[in-house]
């Protein structure tokens, strides 16, 4: 009795024609997952002949205990001392129960548990769900009960038949996400997928006990919730349905064993359904009615759901592992046509939906940050960025804060900025110089316009001479666009070495190059900003790509560089995500943000 034995139960086929269901259904009869993983709430409703105890129930997140006088703790006292027994014969107490008094003639309490895995945010709907299942679980379970004793099942298991000696009955139901469920079955099951609901019963029939110990029914509200919006009705209804699906394998229903079991415990199902006045068909009958209806909205296998760690649209089922994601735009947030897709901009909204604050760490102005977001709707008070946002601007040199106020500005040498304008207007080298919400040149010319048009930067002002561009305004970055080629083997080379000690010269794109004041870092700039906060590390997330980049990507927690990054970058970070082409973004927040 001390093994651990698991049962897999499919959707048997009632015929060759009948495949199995895409999201099949598993019991497993084993003890249930430690406790410590459980947050339980004690709920115990009266119905008919079913009594509770007065006010019993403990608070909506309180974890069960593990210790020696948990229910979990007797199981192991009670399966440790059944090690190596022969199973034995009915006596004593247990011999009596079939003249016991009639269930209908005398109360039996039922000790329902209703449980919310830790995992699982505070959302509201859940919440609502969990609260409504106080009610409907005893609900069922009485429907369920009173068709035992008065039916002639050809295909149960009877090991639970007679309820009259007991005295009082037990079961707990737990509401988890995917992840959790496929993790279950994995272990259980050796099965690596989620599913829709697993029932582990605790029922030992040789134990001559006044309790019945039915166990647990785990149910995924991830995958409830895809199975509703499949069948047109809402996520109560589904997780009703499996619930009653759960419980009716705890009581020995059994839709693999047989077509003609299947059968039997279809009709149960739709009969606790209608008794109650649920909608649905049951889970057998709908998973039969998707497969023969042929729903194109079910052709979603496992892989695919899984395939970005959560599945998009359904990170409200999640708890964040960050408070903060420090992001890069250029070469990251952007793709190649300086663009937020659609798919980047609802991953940024589900975050932020559920609680994660998004910052732009980025070389561009705070103008341009915004001005690419409020394409796609993440600009502003509800958004990524606004002006009264905090943020890293300018590589680091500009830093903003609680209500979007600067908090450090640091500015490039004047003399260094002057001959970098004399060598621009010599070479006819397009040179742009960033003054906080401002962009100014000597001349005109198409490079400096894309800036504008295709990197969203304001647009360059062109000044009358190098003396009064220098002496009008503080300058905190200079940028020099060329070809590849000409960065590579002319501009880095000489500017490095021409203002060594002075400034530096960094790459955040490859047909760019960037003089900065010496020292200067996007890490530094993140690290201003997390005091100003008073957040750490351990709270943060990064994503980037470029070399200027790989500070910020030290610090975080977890950091993760796109495929399409250089190579110091990805050298740093704790994992290589897809390129910004392939919605990077969007792929490390479904994957690693919650």
Known sequence: MSRIVS???PLASRSALRPPPL???????????????????????????????????????????????????????????????????????????????????RELLLDVKICIEEDLPDDPEILSVAEMLRVNVPMAMKAAFENLSESKYQTRDTSIDDLGGFEKVELSVMLCNDDFIRKLNKDWREEDHATDVLSMSQHIPELDIPILMMGDVVISVETAARQAEERGHTLLDEIRILMVHGLLHLLGFDHEISDEAEEEMER????????????????????????????????????????????????????????????????????????????TAKALKE???????????????????IRALQMVDLAGKDGVISEFSPGVFLQGLL???????????????????????????????????????????????????????????????VMPSVDHLVASTDIQKLLFYDTIEG???TLRPYWAEVVSGRASVIQAQADMLEIVPPGTSKGNGVTMLLDHLGITAKEIMAIGDGENDVEMLQIASLSVALSNGSGKAKAVADVIGVSNDEDGVAEAIYKYAF
């Open 351 to 369: 975050a932020i939906s559920r609680g994660v604050k998004v910052v732009i760490a980025t070389g561009k102005t705070r103008p341009a940050a």
């Open 7 to 9: 049962r897999a139960f």
């Open 23 to 105: 999201l099949p259904v598993r019991c497993v009869r084993s003890p249930p997952p430690p406790a410590a993983v459980l947050r339980r709430r004690n709920l115990i409703l009266p119905l008919s002949s079913f009594r509770v105890p007065h006010r019993s129930y403990c608070s909506p997140r309180d974890s069960c205990s593990t210790g020696d006088g948990s229910r979990l703790g007797s199981l192991r006292r009670i399966f440790a001392s059944l090690k190596g027994r022969s199973p034995r014969r009915r006596s004593g107490p247990a011999a009596k129960r079939k003249a016991a008094q009639p269930l209908k003639e």
């Open 487 to 489: 960065i590579d083997t």
């Open 268 to 343: 149960e199902e739709e009969r606790v359904l209608k008794s109650l006045g649920w909608i649905g068909k049951g889970l057998i009958k709908s998973a039969y009615d998707v497969v023969t209806e042929g729903n194109p909205q079910t052709e979603v296998t496992d892989a695919e759901v899984l395939r970005d760690g959560k599945k998009e649209g359904k990170l409200r089922y999640y708890k964040p592992k960050f408070s903060f994601i420090f992001c890069d735009m250029d070469g990251t947030l952007l793709n190649s046509k300086s663009q937020v897709t659609p798919r």
């Open 399 to 461: 830093v903003y804060g609680r209500q979007g106020r600067q908090i450090c500005r640091s500015n490039l040498d004047k003399n260094v900025c002057r001959e970098a304008f004399l060598y621009s207007l010599e070479h006819n080298i397009p040179l742009v110089a960033f003054s906080q919400d401002r962009c100014l040149t000597l001349f005109d010319h198409p490079l400096i316009d894309s800036l504008h048009t295709i990197y969203h930067e304001p647009k360059a002002e």
